[in-house]
C-alpha cells in the first residue's frame, strides 16, 4: 500500500446562492437520480469476516502516518496525514459487485473512505475509487499516473449518513460500467474503459486533521447483465 496525492474535496456550495440557482437545484432534487445500466448478482466470489489477520493487506507506516490492518474481527483504516490510502487483496476479478458496512470513528468530516475495485495488482494506486465522507458527499474516482481524477466529481448524496455512522457501501463494475449505491439507495454512475480486471480494495482519505473507519462483512458477488 503506498499514498496517493490528496483527493480533490468538494467545495462548498457559496452563502450568497442566487434565487435562479436555487430553483435550479430544488429541480435537481426532486428528480431521484436512477442507474443507466441494470445488472444482476452472480455467485458469490467472497464472504469476508476480517477474522484471519492475513486476509487482506496490512501495512502500518508511522511516517506515512497510515494504519490499515484487522483488528478484533473489523478492518480498521487510520490515517493522520494528506494523501489517500488503501488495502488490497490478492484475487484478480473481472465483472463484480462488491458490497461492505463501514462505521465512521474519528469526528473531522472532510474525509473519504470506501472501496475500490480492478486496482492493480502491482499496487500502485491505479484502478476506480467509489467513495463517501464524513459530510455527506459521494464519489467515483479512477486512479492512473501518481492521481486520482474524477469519473463522477464530488456532489451530495442524502443517502450517506454523515458524522459517526454506519453507511453500507455496493458498487459494481461490469464492463465499462461503474456505479455506486449507499444504504440501498442508487448515488451515481459512469463509464470508464481503462481497466477491465484487479483486486478488490478498502480506501481511505483525509485533507487534514484524521480519519478512523472500519470496515465489516465484506461480501463480492459476479456482475452480471441484465436478461
Not at 437520480?33 to 486476509?55: C, K, M, N, W, Y
Not at 492512473?144 to 463494475?173: F, G, H, K, P, Y
Request: hydrophobic share 40%; charged share 25%.
Amino acid at each position: 500500500m503506498r499514498t496517493f496525492r490528496i483527493v480533490q474535496k468538494h467545495q462548498k456550495q457559496e452563502s450568497g446562492t442566487s434565487a435562479a440557482c436555487l430553483i435550479a437545484l430544488l429541480i435537481l432534487a426532486a428528480c431521484a437520480p436512477s442507474p443507466t445500466v441494470q445488472f444482476r448478482i452472480g455467485e458469490t466470489l467472497l464472504r469476508e469476516d476480517f477474522s484471519d489477520p492475513a486476509a487482506w493487506e496490512r501495512y502500518v507506516n508511522a511516517e506515512q502516518r497510515v494504519a490499515f490492518e484487522i483488528v478484533d474481527d473489523v478492518f480498521r483504516a487510520r490515517a493522520w496525514d494528506k494523501g489517500i490510502s488503501w488495502a488490497l487483496n490478492e484475487t484478480v476479478h473481472q465483472d463484480v459487485v462488491i458490497e461492505v458496512e463501514i462505521t465512521q470513528l474519528s469526528d473531522y468530516r472532510d474525509n473519504a473512505y470506501g472501496l475500490m475495485c480492478r486496482a492493480s495488482p502491482t499496487n500502485n494506486g491505479n484502478g476506480y475509487y467509489f467513495l463517501i465522507s464524513g459530510d455527506g458527499y459521494a464519489t467515483i474516482r479512477r486512479g492512473a499516473a501518481d492521481e486520482i481524477t474524477s469519473l463522477v466529481s464530488w456532489r451530495q448524496a442524502s443517502a450517506v449518513r454523515q458524522d459517526r455512522s454506519i453507511n453500507r457501501l455496493r458498487i459494481v463494475c461490469l464492463g465499462n460500467y461503474l456505479a455506486l449505491y449507499v444504504n440501498g439507495e442508487f448515488v451515481a454512475d459512469a463509464t470508464d474503459r481503462r481497466y477491465r480486471s484487479g483486486y478488490a480494495g478498502l480506501s481511505a482519505a483525509v485533507t487534514d486533521g484524521e480519519v478512523e473507519v472500519w470496515f465489516d462483512d465484506l461480501t463480492i458477488w459476479q456482475a452480471l447483465p441484465a436478461d
